[in-house]
């Protein structure tokens, strides 16, 4: 089984510039999560969809980021414009409604996206 | 609000025993977890264990809680380099009507031959 798939997994932009991190979740998942992981910290995070709809986006930064999630399967992070202090990784996650197996809840986590603002 | 405590760095020889300790503070937490952080990669789930449960071992990892004093610890036996890594603990809670998982700051095993 695929896990939760991230691209692009390295990204450097300059600040003011607009900067898009995708995320395929692992099949048959219906949440979806991102997080934001700084340097020697944990991740937090920044929104969940269940489904298409986002649930919780009260950590996302709403003047400059922004994500989707149409169809209630990849989701699209946006920052526009990146500062430099969005420099961080980009976590994506997914877990299972616990029907179709799998722990409920359980978070599995995608590589990530290494974001360098210069 | 939430928080989850850990140690930031341990440092053992190969083939000891790891022993990381973790404090939460929901009491109404209904999961912990574990997760492994290797250098450049995304977070590894390891184990977990109900919060009904004192003790889950899986292979080489045995994970205690003692939820009287809300603390987690994962012991890693026969230590090998390949475990080095950070190790994040993290605890689920329902918050209102919506569960969200808390991440400790990680500790960073180092693995020495």
């Known amino acids: 089984e695929a896990g939760v798939v991230q691209s692009p997994r390295y990204k450097i932009i300059e600040k003011k510039q607009p900067v898009a991190f995708w995320c395929n979740p692992i099949?048959?998942?219906?949440?979806l999560y991102w997080y934001l992981q700084n340097l020697g910290q944990g991740p937090e995070l920044l929104i969940r969809?269940?489904?298409?709809?986002?649930?919780?986006d009260s950590q996302l930064p709403k003047d400059r980021f922004s994500a989707e999630r149409l169809k209630g399967v990849d989701s699209t992070l946006k920052i526009q414009p990146a500062e430099l202090g969005d420099s961080a990784v980009y976590l994506c996650?997914?877990?299972?409604?616990?029907?179709?197996?799998?722990?409920?809840?359980?978070?599995?986590f995608g590589p990530g996206t290494r974001l360098t603002v210069l | 609000g939430e928080d989850v405590e850990q140690s930031l760095f341990l440092s053992v020889r190969e083939g000891d025993s790891s022993v990381i300790n973790c404090t939460y503070t929901?009491?109404?937490?209904?999961?912990l977890y574990w997760y492994k952080q290797e250098p450049g990669a995304g977070l590894q789930l390891l184990t977990y264990?109900?919060?009904?449960?004192d003790m889950k071992q899986d292979q080489r990892l045995t994970v205690l809680l003692n939820k009287k004093d809300k603390h987690l610890s994962l012991r890693i036996a026969d230590t090998q380099t390949g475990d080095s890594a950070i190790y994040f603990c993290?605890?689920?809670?329902?918050?209102?009507?919506?569960?969200?998982?808390?991440f400790g700051k990680g500790t960073k095993l180092s693995v020495k031959p």
């Open positions: 996650a997914s877990s299972s409604p616990g029907l179709a197996g799998g722990l409920k809840d359980t978070q599995y």
């Open positions: 099949s048959g998942h219906n949440t």
């Open positions: 969809y269940e489904n298409e709809e986002a649930v919780d």
């Open positions: 929901d009491s109404s937490s209904t999961y």
């Open positions: 264990i109900f919060s009904n449960m």
């Open positions: 993290a605890e689920f809670y329902y918050g209102g009507s919506q569960g969200n998982l808390i």
